[in-house]
């Protein structure tokens, strides 16, 4: 057998041996969480180290392919809600839960800061059994520290379809950054989150 003859006699397997690995470490998963503005939780978590990308759209209600102005005018059931591709290898789901967290108002009933309406409620929306049970843990864990005298409002329920929102939302606050500080500092949402939750960790 000449030289060119066994090289392509082994190329198949060469093949076999090269894919196999790179499909080991391209793992990722997904979290969904929603916390009233879209635009504010993606600037969240597109912070934080191991995260892919982050993802502003709807979830939590009846029909497909929601608009904004659908959405917005609370006639869907949807929540804006933002979707979380990251590396397990590099941030844990508890670390994605804590920023979530801190960055909501838990004690808000279907609404956040100045955002009105069930679909700027706050929730966690899990794709499996591990993440619903962190989630739960992470939920109680907070109860039992008697932080507030308010009941925990967010919920946690099972992941549905996700509808990506339009092009213009997405990185909004990148896009728009003057209009962004506005909104978030007119919505009051920084000051209340220090109020509850001391200021932020540096």
């Known amino acids: 057998m000449s030289p060119r003859q066994l090289l392509f006699g082994l190329l198949p397997l060469l093949g076999m041996l090269a894919v196999t690995p790179a499909a080991g470490q391209t793992t990722t998963a997904k979290a969904t969480f929603a916390g009233g503005c879209f635009w504010c939780v993606e600037e969240v978590y597109e912070k934080v ?11 939590g209600g009846k029909g497909a392919g929601p608009t904004y102005e ?7 059931g949807h929540a804006e809600a933002v979707e979380v591709v990251y590396d397990p290898s590099k941030v844990s789901y508890e670390r994605l839960l804590e920023a979530f967290w801190r960055n909501i108002d838990p004690l808000a009933v279907d609404r956040q800061f100045c955002d009105v309406g069930s679909q700027y409620r706050a ?10 049970k ?7 864990a907070i109860e039992q520290s008697k932080r507030f005298d308010q009941p925990i409002a967010t919920e ?11 092009e213009y939302h997405q990185d909004y606050y990148r896009k728009n950054p003057v209009r962004y500080k506005f909104y978030k500092w007119n919505c009051g949402r920084a000051q209340r989150l220090e109020e509850l939750w001391g200021k932020p960790m540096s």
């Not at 180290?49 to 979830?59: D, E, F, L, M, R």
């Not at 946690?156 to 339009?166: D, K, L, N, P, R």
């Open 123 to 132: 929730a966690v929306f899990y794709h499996d059994a591990a993440q619903q």
């Open 49 to 59: 180290n191991g995260v892919i990308s982050a993802t502003s759209g709807y979830i």
């Open 134 to 140: 962190a989630a739960q843990a992470s939920k109680r």
């Open 70 to 76: 659908q959405v917005s005018a609370g006639g869907t």
């Open 156 to 166: 946690i329920v099972q992941a549905g379809s996700f509808y990506t929102a339009e």
